[in-house]
């Protein structure tokens, strides 16, 4: 058995040539997930990229009020980033859910997204915010929605030689406030049982004028259920407007029976946790009480 | 908090010095077992079965032999063929021949992760190659993994050589029901008839695992001589060497084994898995080899503790005087025959006085890994069910549930479960300072409730052998053959300070090997600062003797005109009245004056006494989710005289963190084929420090008079309340009785909302 390849190329061109020229190539960023398949041998690659000295990987980079953030950056970082975590604390939280503070110090949101968990915590709270990725492949970049990148459990869109070098982030709405939740059986180092990002926007009198509900481990990728945010939208988020949320919610979870929950606890969490979440961003966007 | 019976006054006894193997421990120097290695050694695996319960047909490991690097390949064949003997080494009884085929199965594997076939080579790469090259023929075999399916007509049989033991006339047929427990007296049927309150229930719980950190690892090196080395972590380095000769039929004392520093145990490392395959290996490729499981491999083939069935029947009078119990339980065996039932049945119900009783503990085979011992084993599961039953009986009752402790807690001079007195024993102390505690007074929030369970475990004294030697500048070191789990080491060190009466820093503590120093049972049962402490005083003791002695025949006067004052010899005789004579003085000339001083102390120690305790548990759930929080939780326990109590309050804070993890989200899962389907610390959840409050453990000091300090064994007693005490604060805090364990969100839920 011989060990993976193991490179550290310095430009984005070389690791798309690196990944394009070997099928089984797995870029590294925080390597949280990779090392651990690695090891278990459920993932045996031919070669691994290490892409995280290659400049603008590392690190939040704020465009007018919009972010970038490098497909390398650990998800501590954004953490210290004090914009971002102010404009999207439901992004920077849901992040900040992953494994525990040694994982978070590595782990990466793009990593996240890309391993293509559907229980990952911080991929509903970015759909919820509306973001978008930057990917490099053989052809050049392109930017593709967050919710475009799972395609199924552990796979995803993206093309032989493709790998994603940022994430963005607009700048946030005025009146806007986001929150993710999720329902784990531990406090900590543990994987969602249901997750919902919720991402809206208040207008002066407490009306509700766009919302994103976003789940995860209630499919095969995440769901953002368009449904739940056109039952808020021309609300002032009161009990029947939380209700029909709550229903819609329910309506699109459509989740597997597993040692991690039970398809009616399952749904019945994702109701529950979407409503909290609604109310927490109601509270950031400005709602009174 | 009480006041000790005999106010003796103590210099070390009850301070907090640092541990003497802090530094190493918390620097990383200190060597675990998976850190060490020997010159030429070789990285060995094993090939663990796949199936749940299957017959080998035949193993073919000639490709794997034939790998380049591969330095042996060994199977159940390389063990000798043994004769049945039950052993009474490390914690409880075990059948040698199981041993072996625990070790290396020989013709079934009856659980999935049973090893079949090991290999030992120059790379662990390589040897996990070789064992890809290793093929097993198997014929599958129906499977059993629950109690009462095992026990149902027609279940799969796991060994056609067992019959029920405990059961009167000898069974003509075998059966999963390795061993059935019987105690009790009296007429249980005729008391719960007239009771004026009674209730039934019937509970359950799941395998749970120890949780060690450190894997199981050793390195072996047999010799073409005949004697073999054994580096390994365990809680009895005895054990293992008993357990390994015995399994290679070879004499104890051939091979040598030293014990490297134990990151955790909890009953779990006081049985051998890897030892005897190492010791083939490096015989067959006379290399010294380590074998070390990964994490998954000790789910899968390590002893959980047993999971279990259990109906309870409770009745009492009026003003709430318990009348009877009934008490009946199957616990999971494992793949063979454990020894929880017996501790089952004698610390179900031991800590009421109830005049009417009936006890009946089963141990079951079914196609699980072995059961072992875990803190405590076999007591917290019956007690979850009989401390759950006496809260809802003191709810039918409108009594407080302490007063109905209270009322019916056994006190010195009770009969025990077994017919003999109670010694002295701290179960209505502890009840009293629960109730004098702020905690059982304190408001409580929205959707939180208060619990309380008491408990106890019978604890053990045994066999220890210690030796105390003065060096040449009168320091002091104490050899023990006690693994160090809980602090062993500075509370040795504490007890023979006392005795000397010098710093504590002059006396260091070692854990020494089996050919340097006499036969000393495993570190467990609670035994330690107890058995071990008592040997530790008895040769401190004698080489205070023989310093006082020494310095008499220098000073040329008797024996009896000397006296130990202030850690230095005073003489009482004559012109030299008032002389004093250190420690190091003494032993400077002790090469000329009488030879070095030394004492050995090699015992069995008795009169040990059992810790009872008595937790406090607030918890808040959360109606809409089923999450169960712990907000508040208090652990009071008799102790005896704790010695350090840094280390007495860890055991208690540690076994009460346990405990609430069985109670809250600790279980095995098996998918439908017979397979562990959480083998790993994500989906086998202990509970990690953010899910626990402060644990404020409150020592009650009730001294045993039969130690020379009052110790009571105190690690195992803090695991066995919480179970029910969490179950009863979720009953408190949301109104409903949960009988099952794990009480995890989606379960409590269920509860919560039975529609659906």
Same mark, same amino acid.
């Given at each position: ?72 950056? %650990? ?13 999207? %604390? ?15 110090? #590595? ?34 970049? #392109? ?15 993206? =093309? ?87 229903? =819609?919610?329910? =309506? ?7 040692? #991690? ?29 | ?43 060995? *695996? ?97 499977? &059993? ?511 009460? *963190? ?41 020592? &009650? ?56």
């Amino acid at each position: 058995m011989p060990s993976p390849a193991f490179h550290v190329p310095d430009s984005v061109e070389d690791v798309v040539a690196l990944l394009a020229a070997d099928p089984t190539a797995r870029p590294l960023g925080g390597g949280t997930d990779l090392i651990v398949q690695m090891r278990s041998g459920r993932l045996v690659p031919g070669s691994v990229v290490d892409f995280k000295r290659i400049a603008g990987m590392t690190g939040v980079r704020h465009e007018g009020d919009a972010f970038v953030i490098g497909a390398a950056t %650990p998800c501590t970082a954004l953490k210290a980033d004090a914009a971002l975590a102010a404009a999207w %604390p439901g992004v920077v939280e849901a992040a900040n859910l992953i494994g525990s503070v040694q994982v978070r110090n #590595r782990a990466t949101m793009a990593g996240n997204l890309c391993n293509a968990s559907p229980a990952a915590d911080s991929v509903p709270a970015l759909v919820a915010a509306g973001a978008t990725c930057v990917v490099a492949g053989p052809s050049g970049k #392109r930017e593709v929605p967050v919710q475009d990148i799972p395609v199924a459990p552990g796979k995803t869109s993206l =093309a032989p030689g493709e790998f994603v070098v940022e994430i963005c982030l607009p700048a946030k709405p005025a009146g806007g406030g986001d929150a993710y939740l999720r329902s784990t059986p531990r406090t900590e180092m543990d994987i969602a049982v249901v997750g919902a990002g919720v991402s809206l926007v208040l207008d002066a009198d407490g009306t509700c004028t766009s919302a994103r509900v976003a789940l995860g481990a209630v499919g095969p990728t995440v769901v953002l259920v368009e449904e739940a945010g056109k039952a808020l939208v021309g609300t002032k988020l009161d009990d029947d407007a939380l209700a029909a949320m709550s229903q =819609a919610v329910q =309506a699109a979870s459509n989740p597997i029976d597993d040692k #991690r929950g039970s398809v009616s606890y399952r749904k019945a969490m994702a109701g529950v946790l979407a409503r909290r979440a609604v109310l927490v961003a109601a509270t950031r966007a400005g709602a009174k009480a | 908090m009480n006041a000790p019976e005999q106010m003796k006054q103590f210099r070390h006894v009850g301070t907090r010095p640092v541990r003497p193997d802090g530094v190493d421990k918390v620097t990383g120097r200190a060597l675990y077992s998976p850190d060490f290695k020997a010159p030429g050694m070789l990285w060995g *695996a094993i090939l663990r079965s796949p199936h749940p319960h299957a017959r080998i047909i035949a193993i073919d490991t000639r490709q794997a032999e034939a790998l380049a690097g591969v330095k042996a390949v060994a199977t159940g064949r390389d063990l000798p063929t043994l004769e049945s003997l039950v052993m009474h080494v490390g914690e409880g009884a075990s059948d040698i021949v199981d041993v072996s085929h625990n070790c290396l199965a020989l013709d079934k594997v009856l659980y999935e992760g049973h090893a079949v076939a090991a290999v030992a080579a120059t790379s662990p790469e390589i040897a996990r190659e070789a064992l890809a090259l290793i093929e097993v023929e198997y014929e599958e075999l129906p499977f &059993v993994l629950g109690v009462e399916e095992a026990l149902a007509e027609g279940a799969p049989i796991l060994h056609d050589n067992v019959f029920t033991k405990g059961v009167d006339p000898k069974p003509d047929k075998p059966s999963n029901a390795a061993m059935r427990v019987e105690m009790g007296g009296g007429d249980v049927e005729g008391a719960l008839a007239s009771a004026a309150a009674t209730v039934t229930g019937r509970y359950s719980l799941e395998p749970v695992h120890q949780g060690y950190i450190e894997p199981h690892a050793c390195v072996a090196s047999w010799n073409g001589d005949g004697q073999a080395q054994i580096w390994t972590s365990s809680q009895g380095h005895f054990s293992v060497r008993a357990l390994t000769a015995s399994v290679l039929a070879m004499p104890q004392a051939d091979i040598r084994v030293t014990p490297l520093e134990i990151g955790g145990g909890f009953g779990g490392k006081t049985t051998i898995y890897l030892e005897p395959v190492a010791m083939v290996l490096s015989k067959k490729s006379g290399r010294p080899v380590r074998l070390a499981m990964t994490r998954e491999e000790v789910f899968r083939a390590t002893g959980p503790a047993p999971g279990a069935v259990i109906d309870v029947r409770l009745g009492a009078a009026a003003d709430g005087t318990l009348v009877a119990a009934d008490v009946e339980f199957l616990y999971h065996s494992g793949a063979y025959t454990a020894n929880d039932a017996g501790a089952g049945v004698s610390s179900a119900i031991g800590h009421y006085r109830i005049a009417n009783t009936r006890v009946v503990g089963v141990e079951v085979l079914c196609n699980r890994p072995a059961a072992k011992a875990y803190r405590a084993p076999g007591a917290p599961q019956v007690n979850f069910a009989v401390e759950s039953a006496m809260d809802e009986l003191a709810g039918k009752l409108g009594i407080d549930p302490l007063e109905l402790r209270l009322k019916n807690a056994v006190v010195e001079g009770d009969p025990q479960t077994t017919g003999l007195p109670w010694g002295r024993i701290g179960y209505v102390e502890c009840l009293e300072a629960a109730k004098a505690h702020p905690h059982w007074s304190a408001p409580l929030g929205p959707n939180q409730g208060r619990g309380i369970a008491g408990g106890y475990w019978g604890n053990y004294g045994g066999p220890s052998t210690v030796n105390v030697s003065v060096a040449e500048d009168g320091t002091v070191t104490v050899a023990t053959g006690s693994p160090d789990i809980g602090g062993s080491r500075a509370s040795m060190a504490i007890m023979a300070a006392e005795v000397l009466d010098i710093p504590y820093e002059r006396v260091r503590a070692v854990v020494a090997d089996t050919a340097s120093i006499g036969v000393s049972m495993v570190t467990g049962g609670s035994r330690t600062t107890f058995a071990t402490g008592m040997a530790t005083v008895q040769a401190a003791e004698e080489v205070k003797r023989i310093l006082c002695e020494r310095a008499a025949r220098i000073w040329g006067v008797a024996a009896d005109q000397v006296e130990w004052r202030s850690g230095e010899v005073t003489c009482l005789d004559g012109e030299k009245q008032g002389q004093v004579m250190s420690a190091a003085a003494i032993a400077g000339r002790s090469f000329h004056s009488g030879g070095p001083i030394a004492a050995v102390a090699a015992l069995s120690a008795k009169g040990w006494l059992p810790g009872f305790g008595v937790h406090i548990c607030d918890t808040e759930v959360d109606p809409e989710t089923g999450h169960v929080k712990i907000v508040r939780y208090t652990a009071i326990q008799d102790v005896g005289i704790a010695i350090h109590p840094d280390y007495v309050e860890g055991q208690i804070q540690g076994g009460a *963190a346990q405990g609430i993890g069985w109670a809250l989200n600790e279980a095995y899962i098996y998918s439908k084929d017979g397979k562990l389907d959480n083998a790993g610390f994500l989906d086998y959840r202990m509970p990690v420090a953010s899910d626990l409050p402060m644990i404020e453990a409150v020592l &009650v000091e009730v001294p045993n008079p039969s130690h020379p300090y009052g110790v009571k064994g105190v690690g195992e007693v803090p695991i066995v309340p919480p179970l029910a005490a969490v179950a009863n604060a979720i009953h408190a805090a949301a109104g409903v009785r949960l009988r099952d364990l794990p009480m995890a969100p989606d379960r409590v839920y269920a509860a919560l909302h039975p529609e659906g």
